[in-house]
């Protein structure tokens, strides 16, 4: 690799986050992607934050302030009309005062939260803001357990694969044979004019998240009737590590402010996640699987979802497997780290999530894996998320194989992902 220029980096990857934002909140990316992104401006705020720490708050202000009344958090908001991205609000019909999307994403807030407290320099807009925050994040998580948790397991379930955000993972392939397609309206996608339809996800699966929704809309977007109605119900360790390490550091951020009751919610929500993500574990994989609800069994797909649980505070045992199986992949893989086991028949290196390296995934992975001290693999993920950058641009996602750029250009959170990685 030619040496990284910092500073050259740096200003690039502003210049990019500049480039999408919208004033009070930032596309992922023009074109492809024109509205706001629910775990996107998240990861942005982090970005934000270290040329414009209000702007940053603002970000995830903006997200919550079309939070559901139930607590739900959307994964889209439309605030603007644009014909480029299918599916809009029409096909959605949320009936929300500003159209939103009726799904959720990743809930990454809490952690950007005390990120944000944390790194503030003004202290005391950051209290305000952050005690504002704070009971809607929380609102979102209890909103979770109670309708994404019906029985008291405590892990929660996807009902969908773009809450997951990984849109066409195989760890949905069998679950999707179990969704049908008949009935639904004809449609135009519109991703595929603006990226390569061969590295997007097929048609088959498109016809599936629109049944979906289509399935959600006649059931009037009622959370409490969601869960049991759908045929596809997957607990996602990656989805789940994210909300715990979310609501722990949440719990830290109420202790700072003396908000115990929220504290205490969130510390318990995180410590009973925690027990009982261990049972998505699995030994000969030496990561974690996804677990369908439908038929109580986990499902054979070595999927990046299942080493982002290094994210939480898992058993130490675990993050030490979790390295050796990243390494691992690093023997067939140039780049790390890439979305599917590469040593899978299945594995796509082109392909959307079935592959492709994500560096906010990478981020997520580093996070952990420095905390558990596996700083080796940390830091060799780092510089491959770099060289990455170096050779291919903001893109949206690379071939873990060649580094070929995919997917969209000039992407917001992969900017926001590199400006944490130089730091
Ligand atoms: C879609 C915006 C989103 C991400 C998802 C990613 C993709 C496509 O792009 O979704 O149509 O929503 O899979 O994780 O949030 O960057």
């Known amino acids: 690799m030619t040496t990284l220029d910092k500073s050259r980096v740096f200003d690039h990857a502003v210049e990019v986050l500049k480039e999408n934002d919208r004033g009070s909140y930032t596309v992922p990316t023009k074109g492809l992607y024109p509205f706001q992104w629910n775990w996107d401006s998240c990861f942005t705020a982090l970005g934000q934050n270290y040329y414009d720490e209000d702007r940053a708050w603002t970000e995830i202000e903006t997200l ?66 952050a005690r504002e925050l704070l009971r809607k994040i929380d609102k979102w998580s209890a909103w979770f357990y109670a309708n994404r948790d019906p029985h008291g397991e405590g892990l929660v379930a996807i009902l969908h694969p773009w809450e997951a955000g990984r849109d066409n993972s195989i760890d949905w392939d069998e679950a999707f044979e179990r969704v049908p397609t008949e009935g639904i309206a004809p449609y135009t996608r519109r991703d595929t004019q603006h990226a390569d339809p061969a590295h997007r996800p097929t048609k088959a699966q498109y016809d599936r998240y629109l049944w979906l929704v289509e399935h959600f809309r006649k059931l009037g977007w009622d959370n409490s009737k969601l869960h049991d109605a759908s045929p596809f119900q997957i607990v996602d360790p990656g989805f789940n590590a994210i909300l715990i390490r979310g609501c722990a550091d949440l719990a830290m951020v109420a ?59 898992i058993p130490a045992e ?62 060799r993920i780092i510089a491959s998320s770099l060289e990455l950058i170096q050779q291919s641009g903001f893109a949206e996602y690379y071939d873990p194989m060649t580094g070929e750029p995919l997917g969209g250009g000039r992407f917001t959170w992969t900017a926001a992902m590199v400006l944490e990685f130089l730091d």
């Open 255 to 313: 202790e700072a402010l003396g908000e115990s009751e929220i504290a205490t919610a969130n510390r318990a929500r995180a410590e009973k996640g925690l027990a009982a993500l261990d049972r998505l574990w699995s030994e000969s994989h030496g990561q974690y699987l996804c677990l369908d609800r439908t038929t109580g069994n986990l499902v054979d797909s070595a999927s990046i979802g299942g080493l982002l649980p290094v994210f939480a505070t």
């Open 318 to 379: 675990r993050a030490r497997a979790i390295a050796r199986t990243i390494e691992r992949m690093g023997e067939r893989a140039k780049y790390l780290v890439p979305s599917h086991d590469p040593a899978d028949a299945r594995f796509d290196s082109k392909r959307y999530w079935r592959g492709p390296v994500w560096l906010v995934c990478n981020y997520l992975i580093v996070d952990g894996l420095a905390a558990a001290g596996k700083t080796a693999v940390a830091d």
């Open 64 to 129: 919550f302030e079309h939070q559901w009344p139930d607590g739900m958090v959307p994964h889209i908001v439309f605030h603007v009309h644009d014909d480029g991205y299918f599916p809009g609000p029409d096909v959605w019909a949320t009936g929300r005062p500003t159209a939103t999307s009726g799904i959720t994403q990743p809930p990454i807030a809490g952690f950007a939260l005390r990120q944000l407290f944390e790194r503030a320099k003004d202290r005391t807009a950051a209290e305000r803001r």
